[in-house]
């Protein structure tokens, strides 16, 4: 499976983003897709994700403001980033699940800034 992510980049507090990404390869076996982050000197964590029959997880600190989405015939996600705040810059990745595997994009920056 291969991913690739596109959207992200520089945006005042309080601003909104969309992150997009797509599946290519194996894609009849993905299961969950997600997407993850990582901030400067800190762990990769979850930041939202939706299984194939749509139930969704968020992290307490996006729930309300970030809403997840997936198309299950273009086999793509999608991350709808609003309110955002200087504590949600990180590199984002896509994230996919399939038969037992993880499968990771290339990671996109979104920085929150004024």
């Known amino acids: 499976v291969q991913l690739q992510a596109s959207g992200g980049g520089l945006v005042q507090p309080g601003g909104s983003l969309r992150l997009s990404c797509v599946a290519s390869?194996?894609?009849?076996?993905?299961?969950?897709m997600g997407w993850y982050r990582q901030a400067p000197g800190k762990q990769r964590e979850l930041v939202a994700r939706?299984?194939?029959?749509?139930?969704?997880t968020y992290a307490d600190s996006v729930k309300g403001r970030f809403t997840i989405s997936r198309d299950n015939v273009k086999i793509t996600v999608a991350l709808q980033m609003n309110s955002l705040k200087p504590e949600d810059t990180a590199v984002y990745y896509c994230w996919v699940t399939a038969q037992g595997y993880n499968y990771w994009g290339q990671g996109t920056q979104v920085t929150v800034s004024s």
């Open positions: 390869g194996s894609i009849f076996s993905i299961n969950a």
């Open positions: 939706i299984t194939s029959g749509g139930v969704t």
